[in-house]
């Protein structure tokens, strides 16, 4: 899963922004005349915020906001440490014990993380997981599990080390990946919601010009 992003929001902690589609219509005097809408002639893009009011409130109060702010670096900070002790087995042959170690602690902040996120998200959302704003970075975080788990299976089972650590680097590219669009959705969020600020503070001194 993902988290949330490192100061404040998860899956880290998390702003992002929707796109939905709405078409502005306009009718012609003929067509007017005849009391029928003409068609669209446009479509304009309306971009929807990531939280309620009421979400973000809860956002801000939960302390799996902060559990998830904490976690998300230290897994990263694994991972990079993993990276060096597995590449280093892979290229000299030696390490294999800290190599496997450095997986394995991966794997388990990546079991936390989710079972934490999944809290997080029911506090927030009121479901735990799979929720419309963060769908796909769960849906990708369950096939990140999934090959940390096979790498695990072959651990304990036996496979050959080099097979098995190149398993575990193909398990963290995807967890790259889906951290490095997940950071741009918070950057997005982040632009939205300062574009929805300044809309706001012009309309309200429109209003209070014209008043």
Same mark, same amino acid.
């Given at each position: ?17 929707? /796109? ?19 068609? /669209?002639?446009?479509? &304009? ?18 302390? +799996?906001?902060?559990? &998830? ?66 769908? +796909? ?51 997005? /969020? ?22």
């Amino acid at each position: 899963m993902t988290v949330v992003h490192p100061t404040s929001e998860r899956h880290p902690s998390r702003d992002a922004a929707d /796109a939905v589609s709405v078409t502005s219509a306009s009718t012609s005097p003929g067509v007017a005349s005849r009391g029928a809408p003409a068609p /669209a002639r446009g479509v &304009q893009r309306v971009k929807k915020p990531l939280y309620t009011p009421e979400q973000r409130r809860r956002r801000d109060e939960t302390k +799996w906001t902060l559990v &998830q702010g904490i976690l998300a670096p230290l897994q990263l900070l694994a991972m990079l440490v993993s990276v060096v002790l597995v590449l280093r087995y892979l290229n000299t042959g030696e390490g294999l014990l800290a190599a496997n170690v450095s997986v394995v602690v991966k794997t388990v902040f990546l079991y936390v993380i989710m079972i934490t996120g999944a809290i997080w998200e029911k506090v927030v959302f009121d479901q735990y997981l799979f929720h419309e704003a963060f769908f +796909w970075e769960d849906v990708v975080s369950f096939g990140v599990i999934a090959v940390h788990t096979a790498y695990l299976w072959g651990l304990f089972a036996g496979w050959d080390p080099r097979a098995n650590l190149t398993i575990a680097l193909v398990a963290y590219v995807i967890y790259t990946v889906n951290a490095i669009q997940f950071l741009l959705k918070l950057r997005a /969020a982040r632009l939205l919601e300062a574009e929805m600020a300044a809309a706001a503070a012009a309309s309200a001194g429109t209003l209070e010009m014209a008043s």
